[in-house]
């Protein structure tokens, strides 16, 4: 990591996890798990990325605001255990957005800015100088303290971490268009024809006395006008919240350098493992900016007599007499004699049993693949298609033909 900026007049810095949505593009995966959920490289899950970076960055005060499947997270959070955080001043706390004003209908907040209007009054009790949003199902490195001490150094209401991306899939994220000397003239909610690739990182920095005003003017401007409709809330920060900062003139934005993946949908979920086995991802390389975790008691994994293991992660309590290339197996994952893994992400206690195939697939916790089945297919070392990726659910049964693109849902016997 690069050296970091001093901090000017120690600012009280608050962080906020947005761990909530359904992350329903992720199809089975997310059935009955939280995005944040999902493990990462075998031993971690996504939401350890987010946590870690703001740990080693020295921030203290860390919240998670959980809505969908939040119990799937807790365990795992341990009231910040694993990252040291759970302290009686500052530290880690929990959020559930709230559903007490009179305007606001029942249910999920509709996006990430309307997440942070449900817990503005919690957010102004904890009288912070500077408010760090973040999602916790991005795979990347970054020092928030550079990012903030740039934020103050300028100025700025709100600072946008930036990064690149080819512009054939900008239009999957909010595209970040600025002047030369970095200050944000608009920001596009997934447009359908996107002028280039520089979108937000899903990292923003706020002033927070700046967003908590931002927030309620934003609020005002999308009231129904009829009496009656249903409020419909403020959606994802690039529809309303960002853009009333915009038109202030204090957006600036914060280029991101290095490794960053979106984990939105299979396709990018089996990319950044891809990336992974081949070395391109260095989250796990430096150890003086660990990837703090809870903790697995499996033992150490066994490769067996005569089994072939090629460029992957094998996790602890993995037992090993196949085949397995640039895979990922998570923990207590077998493989059979006979068996092959191949360009395949293998989830915790799953079981592949002898003559089974596993090729270009996601196998999600406990699946049974039975003797003989096959799971997917080899398409292109360069594919990462989601027509190519076969999906299957936690603890289904494969015993026959699972065809590239198929997903199988959760507990379903096949064949």
């Given at each position: 990591m690069a050296a970091h900026m001093p901090l000017t007049d120690a600012p009280r810095v608050l962080a906020i996890v947005q761990a909530g949505g359904k992350g329903?593009?992720?199809?089975?995966?997310?059935?009955?798990?939280?995005?944040?959920?999902?493990?990462?490289?075998?031993?971690?899950?996504?939401?350890?990325?987010?946590?870690?970076?703001?740990?080693?960055?020295?921030?203290?005060?860390?919240?998670?605001?959980?809505?969908?499947?939040?119990?799937?997270?807790?365990?795992?959070?341990?009231?910040?255990?694993?990252?040291?955080?759970?302290?009686?001043?500052?530290?880690?706390?929990?959020?559930?957005?709230?559903?007490?004003?009179?305007?606001?209908?029942?249910?999920?907040?509709?996006?990430?800015?309307?997440?942070?209007?449900?817990?503005?009054?919690?957010?102004?009790?904890?009288?912070?100088?500077?408010?760090?949003?973040?999602?916790?199902?991005?795979?990347?490195?970054?020092?928030?303290?550079?990012?903030?001490?740039?934020?103050?150094?300028?100025?700025?209401?709100?600072?946008?971490?930036?990064?690149?991306?080819?512009?054939?899939?900008?239009?999957?994220?909010?595209?970040?268009?600025?002047?030369?000397?970095?200050?944000?003239?608009?920001?596009?909610?997934?447009?359908?024809?996107?002028?280039?690739?520089?979108?937000?990182?899903?990292?923003?920095?706020?002033?927070?006395?700046?967003?908590?005003?931002?927030?309620?003017?934003?609020?005002?401007?999308?009231?129904?006008?009829?009496?009656?409709?249903?409020?419909?809330?403020?959606?994802?920060?690039?529809e309303h919240l960002i853009p009333t900062l915009v038109a202030r003139g204090r957006v600036r934005t914060h280029a991101l350098e290095g490794y960053w993946m979106d984990m939105g949908r299979p396709e990018t979920y089996l990319r950044a493992h891809r990336d992974l086995v081949r070395g391109d991802v260095p989250i796990f390389d430096d150890e003086a900016w660990p990837m703090r975790t809870l903790a697995t008691n499996k033992c150490a994994a066994r490769v067996r007599e005569g089994a072939v293991v090629d460029a992957s992660y094998v996790s602890p309590g993995c037992d090993i007499a196949g085949t397995v290339r640039r895979s990922v197996l998570g923990p207590g994952v077998i493989v059979r004699a006979g068996a092959v893994v191949e360009d395949a992400v293998v989830l915790d206690g799953t079981v592949i049993e002898k003559g089974a195939e596993v090729r270009t697939a996601i196998v999600d916790v406990d699946v049974a693949v039975r003797r003989g089945a096959r799971v997917g297919s080899a398409p292109a070392a360069t594919a990462a298609r989601d027509a190519d990726i076969a999906v299957i659910g936690a603890g289904a049964t494969v015993r026959d033909v699972v065809k590239p693109g198929e997903q199988i849902e959760p507990g379903d016997v096949v064949g």
């Amino acid at each position: 990591m690069a050296a970091h900026m001093p901090l000017t007049d120690a600012p009280r810095v608050l962080a906020i996890v947005q761990a909530g949505g359904k992350g329903s593009r992720m199809g089975v995966l997310t059935t009955h798990r939280a995005k944040p959920a999902l493990p990462f490289g075998g031993t971690h899950q996504l939401v350890d990325i987010a946590m870690s970076n703001l740990v080693n960055s020295g921030i203290s005060s860390v919240w998670v605001s959980v809505q969908y499947r939040a119990g799937t997270l807790d365990k795992h959070l341990q009231h910040g255990r694993p990252w040291d955080l759970d302290r009686n001043d500052g530290g880690f706390r929990r959020i559930v957005p709230e559903e007490i004003d009179a305007v606001r209908t029942g249910g999920f907040a509709s996006g990430n800015a309307d997440d942070l209007y449900r817990i503005r009054h919690q957010i102004a009790d904890e009288n912070a100088d500077v408010t760090v949003v973040l999602s916790a199902d991005q795979v990347f490195t970054l020092d928030l303290r550079d990012v903030v001490a740039a934020h103050l150094a300028k100025g700025a209401d709100l600072t946008i971490v930036t990064t690149e991306v080819p512009v054939t899939e900008a239009s999957n994220k909010a595209v970040v268009t600025s002047d030369a000397t970095g200050k944000v003239t608009r920001i596009d909610e997934k447009p359908e024809d996107p002028a280039h690739g520089t979108i937000s990182a899903e990292v923003f920095v706020y002033r927070t006395a700046a967003l908590l005003d931002a927030l309620d003017e934003a609020e005002k401007a999308t009231r129904p006008e009829a009496d009656g409709e249903d409020e419909t809330g403020l959606g994802d920060f690039a529809e309303h919240l960002i853009p009333t900062l915009v038109a202030r003139g204090r957006v600036r934005t914060h280029a991101l350098e290095g490794y960053w993946m979106d984990m939105g949908r299979p396709e990018t979920y089996l990319r950044a493992h891809r990336d992974l086995v081949r070395g391109d991802v260095p989250i796990f390389d430096d150890e003086a900016w660990p990837m703090r975790t809870l903790a697995t008691n499996k033992c150490a994994a066994r490769v067996r007599e005569g089994a072939v293991v090629d460029a992957s992660y094998v996790s602890p309590g993995c037992d090993i007499a196949g085949t397995v290339r640039r895979s990922v197996l998570g923990p207590g994952v077998i493989v059979r004699a006979g068996a092959v893994v191949e360009d395949a992400v293998v989830l915790d206690g799953t079981v592949i049993e002898k003559g089974a195939e596993v090729r270009t697939a996601i196998v999600d916790v406990d699946v049974a693949v039975r003797r003989g089945a096959r799971v997917g297919s080899a398409p292109a070392a360069t594919a990462a298609r989601d027509a190519d990726i076969a999906v299957i659910g936690a603890g289904a049964t494969v015993r026959d033909v699972v065809k590239p693109g198929e997903q199988i849902e959760p507990g379903d016997v096949v064949g």
